[in-house]
Structure formats: structure tokens, C-alpha cells
């Protein structure tokens, strides 16, 4: 075993090596794995789980400022067996084309993304061999990826690029155009299950709530993008298998370590839901009904308990589900149980679905809904305001549009049998 800088400062790169220096070779493949850490102290528990998936093989560390506090930790800190971890700094971004840089990254089943500044990390690795060969490894070579804070903030398929600088969440919902408001959307690092995702970190030192809803406002006005987030509390780790099920470590409930997955109410849909103000030097507005965004926080637990499923966004457990929503200088959230309310956004019925016609309509329509019994009919506007309403016992009824404004609606029928809904379209 040997621990030593294997190039100088003088040189693009430092590199400290820990372990056997023959390359491991593992069978069978790798699962592949990521590991989102929210910037303090590293959570061991999800370290060690990170480290498991790496078969045994071989570690490597890559970060553009600091040292080699990763090797000691991972190669013999945690009982977790691997063949060896080095830690390579970025001295510059001509290091990203050395030869002996990208055989390690070749060879890893592991990369971890230290913190530090993640503009250094895009613009020293985007569009170079870098990126390529994790993505390749990633794609082909069950590689697992982790990063914690800047190495976090930049495994979404949107990012937080920092160029000009960082934003807190006070100066982002006071101008959402502020300058250090720098969002890409450039293909960089492919992790799994990430795709029209942005993360953020540190959610607790300071709160980060209100910048992580004015990046997903902008990704969804500059891209036209309903994208999700995934936040993480400093504590507090997310890990993803294969499958696609997020386990969330923490100290809870010693401590309120909690990870947020954040997408925006599908009751809003079938419209845009663009923010209600959205222009520079003025307060961002994003609220319709106070619930533009529905959250899963979920804490986190020495075990990984707790969990999310990130193929339907909508399955968890040991979390709650909150509602966030920005008005001028204020950010709230309120807790609910469950996303019920996201009926627009399910093909599921629980009773047939309905006839309604014509559909779009313009002043008035019939809608035919054959024996379900006594039932409620209600038509819902997309801030989920009841504008109509009719119980009835008959099979089919009208409704006069003539007053109603040109929009898309909800119309929901309730009776003891169950629930369905259709959109209407009013022209």
C-alpha cells in the first residue's frame, strides 16, 4: 500500500495514490450506482454504500482543489474492501486530456465528485474526454457515480453552473434574473435517473428552498421544461440503485436531516403554469393555489430506510408531502399527506370514463356518464377552484360555457363507486 503524490503542482494535475497499484478486475459487472451527499461531514453509511458497489474494484476521487482526505477513508476508514483509491486534483484544465488521467477514469468502478467550485468542474471537464469516458462508464461499465456539494450540484441534466458566483435564496426570489442566476442545460455528466433533473445542496446552511423553485421557474420559461429537483439537507445523503429507488441516510431523528424531491403539481399540467410575475428586478411570483409544487420530504435515517421512487415521482415511504409556492419575498409550504389532488396527471379511473362533447367546446357541453348513481359532477379550473358544480342521479347533463373563460379544465365525477376525469377544452 503506498499513499504519496504521484505529480507535482508544476505539473495539470496531483495525484495520490492509496492501494494496489494493478488494476482490479472485477466480475461480474457492476450495478452502477449514485450517491448525492448535501455538503458537510460525509454520511458513512451512504459512503460505505457507495463503496459496496464497487465490487471490490477501484476507487478514484476527482476534485480541482484540495488534497487526499478522501484515501485514508475510503480504503480502510469505512470496512468496506476495495482494490485502491486515488484522489486526482485538477491543477488546471489541460489536465483533462492527460493520458494518465483518463486511463484511471477508464479503469475506475467508482468516481467520486469532491466539493469545492463546480464552475471549475465544468469548465475543466465538459466536452472533453472527461465527461465521455464517465458517461461511458456510467452507460457501459456499471461505474457508480457520487459527489457531494459542488460534486452534486452537478449530476443533473440541468445544473447550477455558479459561473458568476453563488445565489442565495432571498437575492434569487427578489430578481430572478439576478446575474449569479446561471442555469445550463449542455450535455455533461449522464447520471441515472437524473434526466429534466437539477439538485442543489447545502438546503439547510442557508435555506436553498426558494433558489431551487427560481431555477426550476427559469428551466421551465427557457426551455419550456416541467423539470424536477432533488435537494439534499448538509447531512444528508441520497443513494440510487439501479432500479431506481432513492434511499435517503441521515441522523434522524436525532437530527432534521432530510433529503426534497420537488416537481410541479401535475393538477396544472395541461397548461403551461408559467410563474404568475417572472421579470427582472422584480419579486418572482410562482403560487397559483399556493401549490405549484408538490414536495416528497423525506428524512433521513442510519439505515436508508426511507425512500423515493424516481421512475413515477409519486411512490415513497417514511416521507410527507408538502406544497411550496413563492409569492413576492415569501416562500411557503404546507404539509399534506398525499398528491391526490395530481388527478390530471393519472390515466387511472376508478369508475369508466365518461363521455363529453364536443370537446373543445364553446358555448356549451353535454356530458353522458352512463350508471355510476348519484354522483357529483364539478368543473375545476387549473388553480384548482371549483367554478361549477351539479349532483345529480340522471345519466347525462349540460353545462352552459357561454360565461366561462377560454382555458383548459378539469371535469371530475365523484360517486360511491369511485372517481374519473376528463379535460374539457373551452374555445
Not at 93 to 104: G, K, P, Q, T
Not at 212 to 218: D, I, S
Not at 356 to 367: G, L, Q, S
Request: aromatic letters at 12%; a negative charge.
Amino acid at each position: 500500500m503506498s499513499m504519496l503524490p504521484l505529480i507535482g503542482l508544476s505539473q495539470p494535475y496531483t495525484s495520490y495514490f492509496t492501494g494496489s497499484a494493478t488494476d482490479a478486475i472485477v466480475s461480474p459487472t457492476p450495478p452502477g450506482g449514485l450517491c448525492m451527499m448535501g455538503g458537510a461531514t460525509e454520511n458513512d453509511e451512504a459512503m460505505k454504500w457507495f463503496l459496496e458497489r464497487a465490487y471490490g474494484g477501484d476507487v478514484l476521487v476527482i476534485r480541482a482543489s484540495g488534497a487526499d482526505g478522501y484515501n485514508d477513508y475510503m480504503y480502510s476508514g469505512l470496512g468496506i474492501t476495495v482494490n485502491s483509491v486515488e484522489t486526482i486534483v485538477f491543477n488546471n484544465a489541460s489536465a483533462a486530456f492527460d493520458s494518465y488521467v483518463l486511463d484511471r477514469i477508464s479503469k475506475a468502478e467508482a468516481v467520486w465528485i469532491a466539493g469545492g467550485d463546480q464552475w471549475d468542474y465544468v469548465s475543466y471537464w465538459r466536452n472533453t474526454p472527461v465527461d465521455s469516458l464517465i458517461n461511458d462508464g456510467i452507460a457501459n461499465r456499471g461505474m457508480s457515480i457520487g459527489g457531494t456539494s459542488a460534486g452534486m450540484a452537478i449530476l443533473g441534466s440541468f445544473y447550477f453552473t455558479a459561473e458568476n458566483g453563488t445565489i442565495s435564496s432571498s437575492d434569487a426570489m427578489m430578481d430572478p434574473f439576478h446575474p449569479n442566476i446561471t442555469i445550463d442545460s449542455a450535455s455533461f455528466i449522464h447520471a441515472n435517473y437524473l434526466q429534466d433533473v437539477i439538485t442543489d445542496t447545502h438546503y439547510d446552511n442557508p435555506s436553498r428552498k426558494g433558489r431551487h423553485v427560481v431555477f426550476l421557474a427559469h428551466i421551465l420559461e427557457n426551455y419550456g421544461v416541467n423539470a424536477k429537483g432533488i435537494g439534499c439537507e448538509e447531512y444528508t445523503a441520497v443513494c440510487v440503485d439501479q432500479n431506481g429507488i432513492a434511499r435517503v441516510f441521515g441522523d434522524h431523528p436525532s437530527y432534521d436531516d432530510y433529503a426534497f424531491f420537488i416537481q410541479k403539481n401535475c393538477v396544472y399540467d395541461s397548461i403551461p403554469a408559467y410563474p404568475e410575475v417572472f421579470q427582472p428586478g422584480s419579486p418572482i411570483t410562482w403560487s397559483y393555489s399556493s401549490d405549484i409544487l408538490k414536495v416528497y420530504q423525506v428524512p433521513g435515517t442510519s439505515t436508508g430506510s426511507n425512500t423515493f421512487n424516481l421512475n413515477d415521482w409519486q411512490t415513497g415511504s417514511g416521507g410527507t408531502w408538502v406544497d411550496w409556492a413563492v409569492e413576492p419575498n415569501v416562500f411557503s409550504e404546507v404539509f399534506f399527506t398525499d398528491p391526490q389532488d395530481c388527478v390530471l396527471n393519472q390515466e387511472e379511473q376508478t369508475i369508466d370514463p365518461f363521455n363529453i362533447y364536443p370537446n373543445p367546446a364553446t358555448d356549451e357541453v353535454r356530458i353522458d356518464f352512463g350508471t355510476v348513481g348519484d354522483c357529483l359532477i364539478e368543473l375545476i379550473d387549473m388553480k384548482g377552484k371549483q367554478i361549477w358544480r351539479f349532483e345529480t342521479v340522471s345519466t347525462q347533463c349540460t353545462i352552459d360555457l357561454s360565461t366561462i373563460p377560454s382555458n383548459v379544465y378539469q371535469v371530475k365525477i365523484t360517486s360511491d363507486k369511485g372517481v374519473a376525469n376528463r379535460r374539457l377544452v373551452k374555445n
